[in-house]
């Protein structure tokens, strides 16, 4: 019989529907050609409908309905029902389980027959065998007539079935009046009549039967076309010869430049490349790969038969992309990946199908029937079981709270800071939790400075546009202002503050700082401030971030030779937003993050006027932030990053002067090791003169805090650091880990903490951060007790030079 060259057909094919997925998550590079995955569905309805015409043609089996499906079931069902319980499994244990009669829908292999089902299913990519088992059921009728087809009428037939579709979207488009009817539609919505459409073109059977018959006539094709020319002359059967010889490599390159010219796309894309756009190149690769009976294999059918046993796992690659997406602990999809999906792929076929095969085949009807049965119960019962699992989670996360005050460690002290806003303010400003508070005394030293960050979420889905037509907009609102205050601590309140944690009135009450502006005079907040757009094509959605307002303030005291006198003001403020360009129209396409400074801010006056300037000493195509400021000799300076450590001087007019660069070797090794790691700043930076209390540093030098991030699991690690007072104010010394307490936000399972604030007073630091977004505090350390981080475990060092770094305790940096 006829063994078809499709192994690595199949399996490219495979590769790009993964590739297109990944791209759709943001987990691949930006190439067009990924974009371009969805449309191998298709294909793989022509594959199936050719290989099984072309066997019943070959071999008639004369089988009933029932026992052609149920014959057919055990190539796909064993592993698709693998797929489906650890599905469900791990979408149970996260709360996300479909609706009981959605995963019947699935048990049976029905998804794909009801619109309102299709795209709240589980392995939604698995849509196609649904339709599979349709097209399988109307096989035996269908092979019978087209058996008794001629040439012509199989050519006939196949021009219709390549014509039809265009009715598909050309009556819609004519009842709805324009060709982009179908981008009214969001993922899982089910509004509307223009909704029920989409959903049906893009997944029904019915929408796909003309593909799976245009398989059968082409296998059809194949037969009778030797026939019809076994009595032309030597040069015909010379061209028809070429002509095969080159249909595979030609799709190939058809579809090649389809993937990679963006010219080349029709205006309905998602819709005509499913239904017929390109099917003219499907069918040439199909029938290039298969030959002519009675003739030559074709030369690229012969290169690749090699490969034809990479044809097992194509449909397991298929089945389990998702799940070992979700398993994969990387963000970006590279070779490793794809190696890994293959091995899941190889141990699938191998340990699943093949011995499902051999159990089925004893009893195909019953099998059909007992295995749908079976995996329907045990869908609901891990359905039921994840319900009553994430009731106890979530009942778990709302009462999660940290004590008033606790002792982390000997000698340390942990305290919930007493920030409050006022009922009037709060329903001014929507209220939110007060978060990433940040400290300093005045000059006088008796008058403790607080800013802090108030933040809320919401979302709003609406309509809007973007390049000119109408799409989905999902504003995600990051509700944002900063929260300023003052408090006396004499230094007898002082002492009541870092001996058990009580500030003088019980409470520091804040207030919102409204004289912030920029330098048009215009408030610095939303709609003045720039958005960051996202644009997800696969479901048509704008994605637009909208922080409402400044971030993350660090109060500190400016240089005086910088200081603006406003009053009483003796305070800047440095800050992170999103650029105030709204208005001016000058908002760059994708928007970062930058710094700013604010000079002369009167923390009693709020209200008062003050002018942000942007701190332009960066890079506008990445996120500024976390920047540390310190003040030296007069002049004002930020530590601008870690890895290298680089200290930007500011100018008198706020411009940017020296930059200082050194490198700490110890912290560099450990980034060398740590790949998923960042390296970033925190807080203010304290001049510290005090040889009796730091012994391990008995020279000038400055504190400052750092944090390493794991941008796998989103969480922080923090640590104090110190670096020299002179330039190139060199790291010279990093902490082992600072005990933060953590919490998960709510709604997350994710718990963390964010050091934003550092004071020293009377050799006591007080290192204020928020727990999980939510709870503002402060770690209260003895400067003696804080010298001690700076130790190896094995034993308290000298100085005499060397850098000391407490590299053993960063490897447990993330165990909390």
């Known amino acids: 019989g006829d063994r078809f060259s499709f192994g690595l057909a199949r399996s490219l094919a495979s590769c790009h529907v993964v590739i297109g997925h990944l791209n759709a998550r943001h987990e691949t590079p930006e190439v067009y050609a990924f974009s371009w995955g969805f449309t191998w569905v298709p294909w793989f309805f022509l594959l199936s409908g050719f290989i099984l015409c072309s066997a019943e043609l070959r071999k008639p089996r004369r089988e009933s309905v029932l026992d052609y499906v149920c014959r057919r079931l055990v190539t796909i069902y064993p592993v698709y029902a693998l797929g489906l319980l650890i599905a469900c499994l791990s979408a149970s244990t996260k709360g996300t389980a479909p609706a009981p009669w959605v995963l019947l829908c699935q048990a049976w292999l029905v998804q794909a027959w009801y619109p309102g089902v299709t795209e709240w299913s589980l392995q939604m990519q698995c849509w196609f065998l649904s339709c599979l088992v349709v097209f399988w059921a109307v096989f035996p009728a269908v092979v019978t007539q087209v058996a008794k087809m001629s040439l012509r009428q199989v050519i006939a037939g196949m021009l219709m079935a390549m014509l039809l579709p265009w009715l598909f979207l050309l009556l819609p488009d004519l009842y709805f009046g324009n060709l982009t009817w179908y981008q009214e539609h969001s993922w899982g919505h089910m509004r509307n009549l223009e909704d029920f459409l989409v959903v049906t073109l893009k997944f029904h059977p019915i929408c796909y039967a003309h593909v799976f018959i245009l398989g059968m006539l082409l296998s059809r094709l194949r037969l009778i076309l030797p026939e019809e020319l076994k009595d032309s002359s030597d040069a015909v059967s010379g061209c028809i010869r070429v002509v095969i010889e080159m249909l595979a490599p030609c799709g190939y390159a058809g579809l090649l430049f389809v993937f990679l010219s963006p010219s080349m796309r029709p205006p309905f894309a998602k819709l005509a490349a499913r239904l017929f756009y390109l099917l003219p190149l499907h069918i040439a690769i199909l029938l290039g790969l298969a030959g002519l009976p009675g003739m030559p294999q074709p030369a690229f059918a012969k290169l690749v ?49 093949k011995p499902a095969e051999k159990i089925w085949r004893i009893a195909p009807v019953k099998a059909s029937i007992i295995a749908p049965s079976v995996m329907s119960v045990l869908l609901l019962l891990i359905y039921l079981l994840g319900g009553v699992l994430q009731q106890k989670e979530e009942t778990t996360v709302v009462e999660e709270h940290l004590p008033e005050s606790l002792r982390p460690r000997e000698g340390m002290l942990d305290v919930r800071l007493p920030l409050v806003l006022d009922s009037k303010d709060s329903a001014a400003t929507g209220g939110g939790d007060v978060i990433n508070p940040s400290v300093s005394f005045l000059p006088d030293g008796n008058r403790l400075v607080v800013a802090a960050r108030l933040h809320r979420r919401s979302t709003n889905l609406t309509m809007g546009e973007y390049k000119g037509k109408k799409v989905h907009l999902l504003e995600e609102y990051w509700h944002s202002s900063i929260l300023l205050a003052s408090v006396d601590l004499p230094e007898v309140d002082w002492t009541e503050f870092v001996t058990n944690g009580s500030m003088p009135g019980g409470h520091i009450s804040l207030r919102p700082w409204k004289g912030l502006h920029n330098w048009d005079h215009l408030e610095w907040s939303y709609p003045n401030l720039c958005t960051r757009d996202t644009w997800l094509e696969s479901n048509n959605t704008l994605v637009r971030l909208i922080v409402t307002g400044p971030e993350d303030p660090k109060p500190f005291l400016g240089p005086s030779r910088n200081a603006y006198s406003w009053g009483q003001a003796e305070l800047d403020v440095a800050f992170n937003s999103y650029p105030p360009d709204k208005a001016a129209g000058t908002c760059k396409d994708k928007t970062h993050l930058q710094m700013y400074w604010a000079r002369g801010v009167d923390v009693n006056q709020p209200s008062q006027y003050a002018f942000g300037a942007w701190l332009n000493c960066g890079h506008l195509e990445r996120a500024e932030k976390n920047w540390i400021p310190f003040q030296k000799d007069g002049f004002q300076y930020f530590v601008y990053s870690m890895l290298p450590h680089v200290v930007l001087e500011l100018n008198a007019d706020g411009s940017c002067g020296r930059r200082f660069n050194s490198v700490f070797a110890p912290l560099a090794h450990l980034q060398a090791q740590m790949l998923n790691a960042a390296f970033r700043g925190s807080a203010q930076a304290v001049f510290i003169d005090d040889k009796e209390a730091t012994p391990t540093l008995p020279i000038p030098h400055f504190l400052a805090l750092l944090h390493i991030t794991d941008m796998k699991g989103h969480r922080y690690a923090h640590y104090a650091y110190r670096f020299r007072a002179e330039p190139p104010f060199q790291m010279i010394q990093v902490s082992s880990q600072l005990p933060l307490q953590t919490l998960s936000p709510y709604g997350s399972k994710t718990s963390f903490a964010f050091a934003s604030g550092l004071v020293v007073r009377d050799r006591q630091v007080v290192i204020t951060y928020a727990a999980g977004d939510r709870d503002s505090r402060a770690l209260i350390i003895p400067l003696e007790r804080l010298d001690q981080l700076f130790v190896r475990e094995l034993g308290r060092q000298p100085l005499d030079g060397d850098i000391d770094f407490a590299e053993e305790s960063h490897y447990r940096s993330f165990d909390q």
């Open 305 to 353: 038969a090699p490969l034809n046993f990479l044809e097992s796992y194509s449909y397991c690659v298929y089945v389990a992309q998702f799940i070992c997406m979700n398993w994969w602990s990387d963000k970006d999809a590279s070779l490793p990946f794809f190696l890994f999906l293959g091995a899941c792929a190889i141990f699938t076929q191998i340990l699943v199908q």
